[in-house]
């Protein structure tokens, strides 16, 4: 990348809009000067330059959910860049996945299931269960239940969908909503872990399926 036609403001700085590349969910905004979008170039991580403690800082050094590059855009007037990355775990430090967790009617103070289903796309929903799932098989969590898959192996991942796709076959037979809902829930994120497993995306399995529009 041509770092050149990148213009920083008199403080040497850049706006940078980090955004999943998988989901397209924007996840935060901060700040790069020459030395940090020299270094996420460099390293293939996000670093940034924090303005309150004027230094370097790479998101993730700490907590462990890091940013892994895909691409790198600029704007049409070379005054903003455009990160798109693959978010491991969460991007905020609250523990969301996007620093945009908020609308300004309120809406998502409602921190229960049925409201976050109401305002957050459903590939959006996907994909933070996908990026947790490999966080956890990155960063084992200790008493964490994906660890515990991934410690078995494949053979209990298969296990898993096997009696999860029973269960739901059985709910669905029961005709009861709840328990569909409960099932399948516990299905589709088992089959998360073994997609994650072969280290196969879901960005894959919708290319699949859309050629299943038939």
Request: hydrophobic share 35%; with cysteine.
């Amino acid at each position: 990348m041509n770092t050149a036609v990148i213009k920083f403001d008199p403080h040497g700085l850049v706006p940078a809009v980090i955004q999943d590349a998988a989901s397209g969910t924007v996840l935060m905004v901060a700040y790069m000067n020459a030395a940090s979008l020299a270094k996420t170039l460099e390293t293939g991580v996000t670093w940034f330059y924090s303005r309150s403690r004027r230094t370097l800082w790479q998101k993730g050094e700490t907590s462990g959910h890091v940013q892994k590059v895909r691409e790198v855009y600029y704007d049409c007037d070379g005054d903003t860049l455009l990160v798109k990355v693959e978010q491991q775990g969460a991007a905020c430090h609250e523990g969301t996945f996007s620093c945009f967790s908020r609308r300004l009617d309120g809406a998502e103070s409602e921190r229960d299931t049925s409201a976050a289903v109401d305002y957050k796309p459903a590939m959006t929903v996907l994909y933070e269960l996908f990026n947790v799932i490999n966080d956890r098989k990155a960063n084992p969590k200790e008493g964490s239940y994906t660890n515990y898959l991934f410690d078995k192996g494949r053979d209990k991942i298969l296990k898993k969908v096997g009696e999860e796709a029973a269960e739901t076959i059985i709910a669905s037979k029961n005709d009861d909503k709840q328990e569909i809902l409960y099932e399948m829930a516990d299905l589709w994120y088992h089959c998360l872990v073994l997609l994650s497993h072969h280290d196969i995306t879901p960005t894959e399995l919708f290319a699949e399926l859309e050629g299943r529009r038939k």
